[in-house]
């Protein structure tokens, strides 16, 4: 619901190809982690912000796009999460052209 608001708000042309292509790129939803799960990690990161990284490595995502830079900026060079941080302009620009090509929708 955030990135469909996000991109409502600063990019509406670009809704429909949101809308068109989201459901191919198989996402699933992951459960919020329980408070024990959470402890593990809680000198990594704000608190607001930890149940989505928690989630995103418990659910073994390959990225975690955020464009909160203040917090997840420190996240983002260290190779000690097994997924990558990237902005959401970096997803758009870079990686998702590439996840597309490989499912064989575009050239």
């Known amino acids: 619901m955030e ?4 991109i409502k708000k600063k990019m509406p042309h670009a809704l429909s190809v949101y809308q068109h292509y989201l459901p ?3 996402l699933r939803i992951i459960p919020v982690p329980r408070a024990q799960e959470l402890r593990k990690f809680s000198h990594t990161i704000v ?6 990284l928690v989630a995103a490595i418990q659910g073994k995502a390959d990225f975690l796009v955020t464009g909160d830079k ?7 060079s260290g190779k000690e999460y097994p997924l990558r941080i990237v902005t959401p302009a970096e997803f758009v620009d870079g ?3 590439e996840i597309l090509k490989e499912m ?3 050239e």
């Open 3 to 6: 990135i469909e608001r996000n």
């Open 24 to 26: 191919l790129l198989n």
């Open 47 to 52: 608190d607001k912000d930890l149940p989505v």
């Open 70 to 76: 203040k917090h997840f900026q420190r996240l983002r």
């Open 95 to 97: 990686i998702l052209p």
């Open 104 to 106: 064989g929708q575009m």
